[in-house]
């Protein structure tokens, strides 16, 4: 096969994963926070109501695609490109198994970071282009929200990397292999020292995605609905499935980093990595299901509020615990030959 | 300023009160806002008629500067209908139907105005059964509508978690207000001399129970969903401070002048109904924010409750309606009569003239009052907060457009 | 108890005013060039709150209640003043803020112009509507309306 159809074929899988993902999660979405609210979520399309999403992708894409009179033409058709693509490249990186995946990176975490930090620009353009004010305040605060939580992600995730050496996904997981005094796995979280890391890396996750308490930049009762107030039909579709693509990427990013990835813990060797996919896709979907559970209980923070603690919070202590994890790893070691 | 898109302010088109704020009387000034230095633009944005979070049609004309209240111009009709003028061409007994589409969420209130000021004007006596099941069903209605302002004003937070729950006991309160008067919302169950059905068999322990699971499950529940809620807590509180000052000078009533720290309430200043034989306390908030509104009107739930069930205990026997004509027909007069709603003091000044129809008919709507305070107290708060305060201060456009 | 001697006795300084006790409660009437000082003069005498501000189209003129409280006393206190139709009605804003939204739509539903006022538009109404309150204007059908 020539490199460029493996290519292709590589990214087909991902928009397969992609949209998969999405029909799937947005009928979740609406079982979980239908039952968190004392109802049923849907009900009369398929048992349970398992085709609804089905459904809406078909109504969205036989709707009218409206264009405001005012809207930046070429940027409002760019915009939701914009949002999407990024969302997908960033499926490249995560690995299912341990030789599943797109593409083996050896920065596969900085790629993955780098590909979603791009989402923000995409929703600027839209709230620009769309001629709404709403639109525009809407993404207005997604740009500030990029500036000011990017830096402690990144930095949150750095203590990880500087204990495996490697900023490869798979080495990461499989450095997660085993189990410590017989029967705790050896996932990072369960790491007294990165467990630290994990809240910082969870509260700047949320922001990253526009998850509640942090949808700033949606802010329904606010902004009516935000950047996408304008925008309709299939491109609405487009931005609405690369929001659920972003939830699932930094919940299989959680589960690579904290989680132990694909590894099964307690079970041989063969077993684990043969039902690695399966694990893997079970422990992120855990992890959307608490995103989920969140985003139907908590009322959503005011925007200063947001950026104080990112700037005065989060940033001194993810930076602090880069330095512990440096102490820790690579000043002991010294001290301790020093000494002996 | 050739730029097209300055045509809005050039043609005048937002009006003149936007730019220039009106000049306050001593004792009340407007919070600072603006930006030092370098020249900056204003973002003029329409809250509303279609808003998620104004509250049926209210529309606010915000004028912001980055994400922070400049001006706030409340613009409201949208729901106007004309109560006032149609009441002139209604009989006495058919105002109570008016009134329940005024405040169509605590609709038993605003029939208790209207029946009271027609009293008045005719001088009769209400018989006490009648005075009983008005404070009974008066109570039912007023955590009904609390409740809908709790589920909504935890939306306006950008919490989904409570709403239904809100609305399952409500649902379970309008099942009952539907045995008792015949009716989920449009109740026309007070009517001049009394009310107009006595209490179904049976409804006691339906109201028993009710009020015990809402007292000891459900509202521990809604505090904990919402008010325990750090987040929450720290969105509404010092948010929207309305001083004792302010809210005399707006008059303000009802629970937003009481979180303001002014103890007046209807029931216990201006007693009608059962209200003298209840026992009840009117809570008071110190800091007039919207966290002592939320307080405040948590507890009235409480204390309404509290009553809820002293009315059953206490429901004396006897007739349900005194002797009134078919045709109310009482002597010209002019009377005030106000009841303590959900929102504050629902009045009603009625002007008679003898004939079979009002000659003037005024609803005194607590909302509207609250409405043109919000303009006050908008100004340099952030925009997330604009939805907070509307929401806190529970207005209900239907009472203020009329 | 309120009694109309106090208020007259509050309103010794103002002209013309009137003080009795009815129905209502006390009523004070007051000349219309008068209702300012007089308002200023009861506000400062504890009636801080002005809770109701209405018209009443009496067929030879407009009368315009204010409804004062003082929320110290518990009294309510009724001060009312006669305006021609298509008269002027000044705003009181200045003494009592809460009659800002009420004195737009008594000034737009019984046709009175509204003076020194910071923001005198229609409130409830379109442009183009009659005034409403008064009796010279019918309740019409919607038939009638669309003829």
Partial sequence: MSPLAASLLKVAACLGLMLANGVVMIWMLRKVLGHLHLRYGPLEAGPSGIFQTTMDVLKLLTKEDVTPNAADRALFYVAPLAVFVPSLAAYAALPFAPELRAVRLDAGLLYTFAALSLVPIGILMAGWASANKWSLIGGMRAAAQQIAYEVPLLLSVLPIVMLVGSADLGRIVEAQSGVWAGFLPRWFIFDPLLLPTFVVFAVAALIETNQTPFDMSEAESELVAGWATEYSAMKFGLLFLSEFSNQFIISALAVTLFFGGWLLPWVPESVSVALAPVTFLLKTYVGIFMLMWIRGTYPRVRIDTLMQLGWKRLIPISLALVVVMGVVIKALPALARVVG | ?402 | MLRAADVERLLAGVDSAEVAEERLGVVARVGRAAVADALAALRDAGFESLVDLLGIDTGEHVEVTYHLRSYASGQDLFVKTALPYDGELESVWQVYPSALMPERETAELFGLRLSEHPNPKRLLTTDGVPPLLRKDVPVRTPEEFTR
């Fill in chain 2, 1 to 402: 300023m050739s730029d097209p898109r300055y045509e809005i302010y050039e043609a005048g088109l937002i009006g003149e009160g936007m730019h220039t704020p009106p000049v306050l009387p001593a004792g009340l000034r407007r919070a600072p806002g603006g930006v030092d230095g370098l020249r900056t633009e204003h973002l003029v944005v329409n809250m509303g008629p279609q808003h998620p979070s104004t509250h049926g049609v209210l529309r606010m004309i915000v004028e912001l500067d980055g994400e922070e209240v400049v001006t706030a111009e409340a613009s409201i009709g949208y729901l106007h209908r004309g109560i006032e003028k149609v009441a002139e061409h209604r009989r006495y007994d058919a105002l109570g139907t008016l009134m329940d589409r005024g405040d169509y969420v605590a609709g038993i209130m605003g029939e208790l105005a209207a029946a009271l000021a027609t009293e008045q004007l005719l001088e009769v006596e209400v018989p006490p059964k009648a005075n009983w099941l008005r404070s009974l069903t008066s109570e039912l209605n007023r955590i009904a509508s609390h409740l809908v302002w709790f589920g909504t004003f935890g939306l306006d937070t950008g919490a989904m978690g409570q709403f239904l729950y809100a609305m399952r006991d409500r649902e379970a309160l309008l099942d009952i207000l539907e045995a008792i008067s015949g009716q989920r919302m449009m109740f026309n169950y007070v009517r001049p001399g009394g009310v107009v059905r006595d209490l179904p068999p049976g409804i006691d322990a339906k109201i028993r129970e009710f009020v015990d699971t809402f007292e000891n499950v459900y509202l521990p529940e809604h505090d904990a969903l919402l008010g325990g809620n750090e987040i929450f807590q720290s969105r509404v509180k010092g948010i929207g401070v309305i001083t004792r000052e302010q809210a005399l000078a707006f008059g303000l009533t009802g629970p937003n002048l009481r979180a303001s720290g002014v103890k007046y309430d209807v029931r216990v200043d201006r007693p009608y109904a059962a209200y003298p034989e209840l026992d009840f306390e009117v809570p008071v908030g110190e800091a007039g924010d919207a966290w002592d509104r939320y307080l405040v009107r948590m507890e009235e739930m409480r204390q309404a409750a509290r009553m809820i069930r002293q009315c059953i205990d206490g429901m004396p026997e006897g007739p349900h309606m005194a002797k009134v004509p078919k045709l109310i027909k009482p002597p010209a007069g002019e009377v005030y009569a106000a009841v303590e709603s959900a929102r504050g003091e629902t009045g009603v000044h009625l002007v008679s003239d003898g004939s079979e129809h009002p000659y003037r008919f005024r609803y005194r709507g607590p909302s509207l009052f609250a409405l043109q305070a919000l303009e006050e107290i908008l100004p340099g708060h952030l925009l997330a907060d604009v939805v907070m305060i509307i929401g806190s201060t529970d207005v209900m456009m239907g009472e203020i457009d009329r």
